[in-house]
């Protein structure tokens, strides 16, 4: 069992930066596969970035490729998401998810096992 609590939303220019980071508990952490999905209002759930367990592979949508950094900190059960260069049409809820599926590409949300209760990013024009 894991539990995934995120945090770090919050209002920002575009053009600006901000970290978001998910406290996961439970001994299996270090190796599940976690990931970063968003949503907007009246748009479908959308994948943003994934890190494998030990950190050694990254994937990145495309709208995100340049601006996001995911990485993790295991010994602090911890993902974090640094967003840079930010946009309007990044403006979403964004959700910490896991998962010990090690299917690649890890873009799908059904391979998820464990979700967090997402936190609001708005980025102002």
């Known amino acids: 069992q894991v539990q995934l609590v995120e945090s770090g939303g919050g209002l920002v220019q575009a053009g600006g930066s901000l970290r978001l980071s998910c406290v996961a508990s439970?001994?299996?952490?270090?190796?599940?596969?976690m990931a970063w999905f968003r949503q907007a209002p009246g748009k479908e759930r959308e994948f943003v970035a994934a890190?494998?367990?030990?950190?050694?592979?990254?994937y990145y949508n495309d709208p995100v490729k340049g601006r996001f950094t995911i990485s993790r900190d295991n010994a602090k059960n911890t993902v974090y998401l640094q967003m840079n260069s930010l946009k309007p049409e990044d403006t979403a809820v964004y959700y910490c998810?896991?998962?010990?599926?090690?299917?690649?590409?890890?873009?799908?949300?059904?391979?998820?096992?464990?979700w967090g209760q997402g936190t609001q990013v708005t980025v102002s024009s």
């Open positions: 890190i494998s367990w030990r950190a050694y592979d990254t």
């Open positions: 998810a896991g998962t010990s599926d090690t299917t690649y590409p890890p873009t799908e949300s059904t391979r998820y096992d464990y």
């Open positions: 439970g001994r299996t952490f270090s190796r599940y596969t």
